[in-house]
């Protein structure tokens, strides 16, 4: 059945619609920022619209520089540093790139297009006989229900594969709150490593209630604001004006910000409303990880015995013995902390496993020891989730875990290894 995306009964999926004009006109000209042979065909003919709307066919230079940034600043050295990689763009529209854009194509990546049922099935009609460069997934969905996420990973989303959330053209078109939603429920279910490039706008542009996009433009941003706003949803980002990268085009005076950064759900605020994953993901399945773990708490253990031993004799000894051992691990952990799900589900084990103990202040000897005990917590109790197959969240609710606190000198290290020993069995 032929579908189609109406200006009046389909208003902001319509705007996908200019969008692709302007990347076809775009692609006619001699020397385009962007070539999108597709961008024709999925604009449809819009002549009755522009008739009525004539300012509106000539102004899409943001959009294409915005597309441009996208493409050769972050997607390009994206796919060349992963091999396995995905890509998620929320609120995709009618892009293009799982078909065009030709470094997609090498290596292992997957493309999942989000958004609405209306543009989904549109661009299905309009791509149906067109192959994509890689594997492509879409979900069609409203981003305002959190459901999302969860059915994102029925779609095939994995938590432990490297992930670039794209988020083009997309943030202030959805409420402030969702938006926070949205995010967090990105960064609490994404591996180490995850980035993200989005752009939004500054609160000035909301006011104008005018054009087929500032229209329905919800709120926007001081760009001085834009890094704590990102910290509270789970994201270090840096942010700069869409102006400083116009590539010579008219993108606007200071209105619109791009903004870059990583996944850390360790930032988000402490009060912010609990994002709990459904109880079958919280299982870690990989029997090859299980067994590394289980290698690893094998070998380390008579380490960690000598590191407690020579402390107790000699503390300054001690702590040179333990920096050896912490060097040693280093690759170790990373390797089993990739298993996991999230970096918030190993900071459930222990936040201390996120941040390099090479770079703890030391001051006194109270601190030290309670530094290195620690840590000598944190990687027993990263060997145990990963022999047990468990994920962060579910260790938190272990007596193990309630009983950590006990833990509290170096002569309760070996008592602790014991316990492990035992549970494990």
Known sequence: MNQTIDEKSDAVPFTARLIAHYRAEETRRKAPLISDPYAKGLAGDLSSYFKKHKRTKSTGDYAIVRTYYIDDKVLKPWCENHKRSQIVMLGAGLDARAYRFAPLGEGEHTVFEVDFEVVNRYKEENLKKEKPLCKLVRLSTDLSNPQWIYDLQEKGYSRKIPTLWILEGVAYYLERDTLVSVLMNASKNCVMGSRIIADICVPGLTQAVFGPFMAHFKWGLNKEDVAEFFRKSGWTVTSSYADDHDQGRDVGQRGL?????????????????????????????????????????????????????????????????????????????????????????????????????????????????????????????????????????????????????????????????????????
């Open 257 to 425: 910000i791009f903004v870059r950064g990583y996944a850390d759900p360790t930032k988000l605020e402490l009060d912010s409303p609990p994002v709990e994953a459904p109880p079958e993901v919280l299982k870690i399945t990989d029997s090859e990880l299980q067994e590394f773990a289980s290698t690893f708490l094998e070998e380390i253990t008579p380490t960690i015995l000598s590191v407690v031993d020579t402390y107790q004799k000699s503390p300054d000894k001690g702590l040179a013995t333990y920096h050896d051992f912490v060097g040693e691990i280093k690759s170790s952990v990373l390797k089993i902390v990739q298993g996991f799900t999230s970096i918030l589900s190993v900071g459930h084990i222990s936040s201390r496993l996120l941040k390099d103990p090479f770079t703890a202040k030391l001051e006194t000897p109270e601190e030290e020891e309670a530094h290195i005990v620690g840590y000598l917590k944190a990687v027993l109790y990263l060997a145990y989730c990963g022999i047990m197959g468990i994920e962060g969240e579910v260790f938190n609710k272990t007596k193990l875990k309630k009983d950590s606190q006990k833990v509290q000198s170096i002569a309760d290290i070996p008592p602790l290894i014991q316990t492990i020993q035992e549970e494990i069995r």
